[in-house]
């Protein structure tokens, strides 16, 4: 199924399955009519390079032609942090704004053991279920908290159309 267009969207770019397993447990946790009609996650690209790629190659152009369209790349850095400013540096300016990076300091993986998981979509699942309270919980993993400028920029963007409960004071 493919979002409604005609409605704020989120489409999700998951460079493996290993973030793709992160993105389901997180989706699971949230109303599951969102799912369907205002986000999408896409296929599994293959690698951070190529996940910036693909943006460029098909999403800058949607992106233009649909005010309503915002795009959330999930990387792995691989302890390699330059890796997340390389994409949002390809991002052309105009877009920034509806154009999110976000991304586990070293893979999936480690995190799933550093947190003591028994698997990825766990994880995500308490993303979600952090999201709304953050920067307690899991967010502030030392494999994480690089993410709170950009997670921020989600917010402000798009939080408020999953998380609507959530108090910005707390």
Known sequence: MSVNKERPHL???PEDQANRDLINGFLLKLD???IGRQIQVMPNVGGWTKVRDKFNEMYVS???RNVNSHVLMVIDLDRQSERAAHIVEAVPQDLRDRAFVLSVLSEPEELKSACMRRS???IGGEFAL???RRPSGLWNHELLRHNDPELDRVWLAIGHRFFPERNDSA
């Open 11 to 13: 489409l999700i770019l």
């Open 32 to 34: 599951p009519v969102l």
């Open 62 to 64: 949607m992106l233009r």
């Open 120 to 122: 990825l979509e766990a």
């Open 130 to 132: 952090d999201c709304p």
